[in-house]
Every structure is written in C-alpha cells, then in structure tokens.
C-alpha cells in the first residue's frame, strides 16, 4: 500500500513538473500567432473604452506567492461624485460584455503562463484579501499553479456557490493528471462556444467571497 501511494505521488509530482514546462512552450507559441488578433482587441478595446488596454491585477499564485495577471480591460471608468468607481452593471457595455463572454479578455494571461506564473488548467487566481480568510482545507488550492480554467470553470463557473467552487478546486489538485486536463480543455472550449455560466445571477461580475457565502 505505502509503495503504491508512492508510486502515485511519483508520478503526479512527475507530471506537475511536465505539464508547467510544456504549457510555457504551448503558451509562446499561441502567443505568436494570435499576436495581430491580440493586436486588433487593443486597438479596439483603445477607441471604444479607452486607456489602459489591459487590467492588471496582483493575484496569490503558486504558494500564494504574489504575481500580477493581466487582462484585457472590459469597464469603462465611470466614477460617480465621491471619485469612487460606479457599479459594475453601469461601467460593462455590450462590447465589454462580448470579451467576457467569449473569454477572449482572458488572452493576454498566455503571458503569465510564458512566466510560469500561471497554467492553462488549475484553480482560478482569485483575490489576495481572500487569503486571510480561506479555511485550512481551501488554502491547498494554492498547491498548484492557478490556470486559465479548472474544473470549477467547466461545472458552473460564475453561476455556482464558492463553496462548490473551492471543492472542485481541491478535487482537481487531488487527482490532477493529464486525461483530466484534457477534458477540462475540451470542456471549456465548449462552454466559450455557448456562452454558458459567465455571470452570476444578477450580477455582471462574480460575487466576492466573504469567508460564509
């Protein structure tokens, strides 16, 4: 039993190494040759929402080591009396709307992926407040590298609870291995296809973690 537990733990650690080298290459060359579309966004996102084209963030990564991801900007800067940024549902237009929907937003994090910042599958990045209050099993989501999608992604996204989120989170760093990124690939492709599970209910963004929610 101790050799075949053993044995798995070889082979997970094995691919984790693997897969990290093989997503930097994969990463560099999408990045080439989506360029002039990458390119096209800009210009756009430039005259329809203004500067800056891209949103950056500092997220806890792997170990919850600090890194910044990078987006494409989706709101407009819209601020009300106080110089406070207005709601999210007064600041995200049509065109805003369209990249998150079809994740094309989510493009210019091949970057970090070329950094090894970041994974094409593993649990999402989220906010660096929520570190402080994630409980003992939720933190282990950070034993791997966050990904462009995970399993959470392709089982609800944005329209599940954060409870259902961080278990399959943690499911996924428990069983990671290469047939299971597949399918997760396979499945987000699809779900970008459709549009499905973007937003939370009557919300345009996701609803923030509170520690309870």
């Known amino acids: ?110 970057i970090n992926i070329i950094k090894g910042e970041m994974s094409f599958v593993g649990p999402r990045p989220l906010l660096m407040k929520y570190l402080n209050i994630y409980n003992e099993k939720q933190i282990k989501r950070h034993d791997l590298r966050p990904g462009l999608t995970g399993l959470a992604q392709i089982n609800g996204r944005n329209s599940i609870t954060w409870k259902d989120k961080f278990e399959y989170d943690l499911k996924y760093v428990k069983k990671i291995s290469f047939f299971l990124d597949l399918n997760i690939i396979f499945m987000t492709i699809g779900k970008v296809f459709l549009r499905k599970d973007i937003n939370s209910k009557n919300n345009p963004t996701a609803i923030e973690f509170n520690g309870k929610n």
């Open 1 to 110: 039993m101790y050799r075949m537990k053993s044995n798995k733990f070889f082979l997970r650690l094995s691919y984790v190494s693997f897969k990290y080298f093989f997503d930097q290459i994969v990463a560099s060359l999408v990045f080439v040759l989506i360029l002039p579309f990458l390119l096209i966004i800009s210009f756009l996102i430039l005259c329809k929402l203004g500067q800056p084209i891209f949103f950056t963030q500092e997220r806890p990564g792997f170990k919850c080591r600090p890194f910044h991801i990078i987006k494409f900007r989706t709101m407009k800067n819209i601020y009300d009396k106080k110089g406070s940024f207005v709601d999210d549902k007064f600041r995200i237009d049509k065109f805003g709307q369209f990249l998150r929907s079809t994740s094309i937003d989510e493009l210019p994090a091949l």
